[in-house]
């Protein structure tokens, strides 16, 4: 089983990207219209990229840049074999089919890849994915309505279905 790209530690993530400097105007002042601070990661084997540019050290905006890779390469790539019972990464997350993480934990792009990858495996299903995942379907629920743009994809595979469309809490 290949690991996700999500879950890959920094230097190998890295590694598989593209960096390219960045200069855009915004706050910051002068400093920032003249110096290429702005970071564009572009991961190289399935082109996902991310950007972070608001910050005025390139130091900064790489690491903004590289978490926000890592959640759009979560959302975006699907793993293509699941085994039947989720990651040790995700048991060391759950206690009593309760998800314990918050969105601002480095584990969240890794976990958020699991999760979708079970719901995409069920067909949009939330019982099932959250049954094979050991929680309830109010935090799978939770966990995929903190970013935008993976409760967008999963009410795009549910509309395929012919479900109903999911409301952020």
Do not use: C, Y
Not at 64 to 80: E, G
Not at 83 to 110: C, I, M, Y
């Amino acid at each position: 089983m290949t690991i996700h790209p999500a879950r890959l530690p920094d230097d190998v993530l890295l590694g598989e990207t593209r960096l390219e400097r960045l200069r855009r105007g915004g706050p910051g002042g002068q400093r920032r219209n003249k110096v290429s601070t702005g970071v564009k990661l572009v991961h190289q084997p399935t082109l996902v990229e991310a950007t972070a540019t608001e910050r005025r050290s390139g130091r900064e905006n790489q690491a903004t840049a590289l978490r926000r890779l890592r959640i759009a390469l979560a959302i975006q790539i699907r793993s293509p074999s699941l085994k039947g019972s989720p990651t040790s990464l995700w048991r060391e997350r759950t206690q009593n089919e309760k998800l314990v993480l918050s969105g601002r934990h480095k584990d969240f792009p890794a976990i958020l890849a699991e999760a979708l990858d079970h719901l995409h495996a069920s067909g949009g299903d939330f019982a099932r994915a959250a049954s094979k995942l050991q929680i309830t379907r109010s935090q799978l629920m939770k966990l995929i309505s903190q970013t935008g743009a993976a409760l967008e994809m999963v009410n795009r595979w549910r509309k395929e279905k012919g479900l109903g469309k999911l409301k952020k809490r």
